[in-house]
Nanobody
Framework: QVQLVESGGGLVQAGGSLRLSCAAS????????MGWFRRAPGKDREFVGT????????YYADSVKGRFTISRDNAKNTVYLQMNSLKPEDTAVYYC?????????????????WGQGTQVTVSS
């Protein structure tokens, strides 16, 4: 079984930065794409970004492009989400997800493994 544990969430003022981490265990981490999603209050969960297993390919939602950066350290079985220039509309629970293969995708249903989420709150 795969376990994903997110950390790094918190309260930050608009314009600030946070870095989320997602530690993975339970299988060979470096063969699979990883994704970040978020759920804002009263909204459906949405795609934030994804990274290929070799970290050579990344895709981002338009709403975070240029502000958020995904990276991974396969030696540490950890994926990161660096969030800069945060806005109040970035307030959400952020989820890490592991894919079932190496293919990067924005599709939520193609990620079978999920973390418990970490809260990010951006104050205006």
């Amino acid at each position: 079984q795969v376990q994903l544990v997110e950390s790094g969430g918190g309260l930050v003022q608009a314009g600030g930065s946070l870095r989320l981490s997602c530690a993975a265990s339970g299988r060979t981490f470096n063969r699979y794409a990883m994704g970040w999603f978020r759920r804002a209050p009263g909204k459906d969960r949405e795609f934030v970004g994804t990274i290929s297993w070799a970290a050579g390919i990344t895709y981002y939602a338009d709403s975070v492009k240029g502000r958020f950066t995904i990276s991974r350290d396969n030696a540490k079985n950890t994926v990161y989400l660096q969030m800069n220039s945060l806005k109040p509309e970035d307030t959400a629970v952020y989820y890490c997800a592991a894919g079932s293969n190496a293919v990067v995708t924005r599709k939520e249903h193609e990620y079978p493994y999920w973390g418990q989420g970490t809260q990010v709150t951006v104050s205006s």
